[in-house]
């Protein structure tokens, strides 16, 4: 069973992680979760659930205006081949969320299969503080960036940073 909402909130403060969550009407697109970003300061994110040829998994996160060119990120990444995205069924398999809810916060229920590469591009990790769903669309999560990080080593996940996006640091 997937950790809820109010796991992940416990989970971080046991982390010591401090986090402010706003509740909001459900966005399922970047374009949906405009009116948000006013509302809420730092970087806004997309994420992007990944397979590539072999079968290898990918969580790219990135700020949510990043250009990424999904013919050359294999190549970045280190996957096998050319990636597509992943089906809303595995999606649910592997990290425990729905699309529209994809967030590195989701690494939470990849803990014991690591099944998931988290990739966080470099520009957004240049932006503090950080906005992410709580495995849920109807709400954001700020944390630093650091503790992003910290968060995602504690899941038993080393993410790697990498300029993903049209944007360098």
């Known amino acids: 069973m997937p950790a809820s909402r109010a796991e992940l909130l416990s989970f971080l403060e046991d982390l010591e992680i ?11 697109t970047v374009e949906e979760s405009t009116g948000i970003h006013d509302r809420i300061p730092g970087g806004h994110t997309k994420n992007l659930f990944l397979k590539d040829k072999k079968g290898r998994l990918f969580l790219v996160v990135a700020l949510h205006d990043a250009e990424i060119d999904l013919k050359s990120i294999h190549g970045k990444i280190g996957a096998q081949g ?4 992943g089906k809303a069924d595995l999606l649910m398999e592997a990290l425990g969320v729905e699309p529209g809810s994809v967030t590195p916060f989701a690494l939470i229920n990849d803990r ?3 099944r998931v590469t988290p990739i966080f591009d470099a520009a957004m990790m240049a932006v503090d503080p950080l906005n992410f769903h709580p495995l849920q669309n109807t709400a954001t999560t700020t944390i630093s960036a650091r503790d992003l990080m910290t968060f995602a080593k504690a899941c038993g996940h080393t993410p790697q940073v990498i300029a993903v996006s049209g944007e360098t640091v």
């Open 112 to 114: 014991t299969a690591q």
């Open 18 to 28: 401090s986090s402010e969550t706003h509740d909001h009407p459900a966005v399922f």
């Open 82 to 85: 050319r990636v597509s995205f």
